[in-house]
Structures are given as structure tokens and as C-alpha cells.
């Protein structure tokens, strides 16, 4: 993944790719938060996500999501 800052651009090794892309994020999220769902903290076998599981489709469109990010991450990951 490459990052701009200002008009420079570099390569991020993987750490820092993390550390980016969690700032990026949180920086992003932190002002919406209201507005964001919360992470369950209990496992799905203890009833995390119930509330989510309980929308119908919802299992699909997660199981869409994670398929979606983890070829991102694996495309990202094989760019020179």
C-alpha cells in the first residue's frame, strides 16, 4: 500500500501499512462513532454479534465483506 503524505509517496512495510491504516481509520471513525456499531466483545458462540446476526442477509453481507477485504489485503500484499 502506498501513502501520500504531502506530495511525497513510499512504500509502507507491513507494520507500518497497520499502524497506517488503523490511524487512517480511527481517525476516520472516532468523530462518527454514534453512528458506528459497537465490536461485541463476547465470541459468536456467546452471543456476540446477535444483534447483527439477527438482520436478515446480514450473514451473507459479512461473509461478502471479509471475502472482499482478505483479496484486497492478498492483492496489496503481491504489488512490487
Known sequence: ???RFGRRRRR????QQ?????SAFLT????????LPR???RPVRDGGFSAL???PGATER????WAVSL???????NQP
Open 1 to 3: 500500500m502506498q501513502i
Open 12 to 15: 509502507l512495510e507491513t507494520p
Open 18 to 22: 497497520m499502524i497506517a491504516d488503523t
Open 28 to 35: 476516520w471513525a472516532l468523530p462518527r462513532a454514534h453512528r
Open 39 to 41: 465490536v461485541p466483545v
Open 53 to 55: 446476526n439477527a438482520i
Open 62 to 65: 459479512v461473509a461478502r465483506w
Open 71 to 77: 483479496d484486497t489485503l492478498a492483492r496489496r500484499m
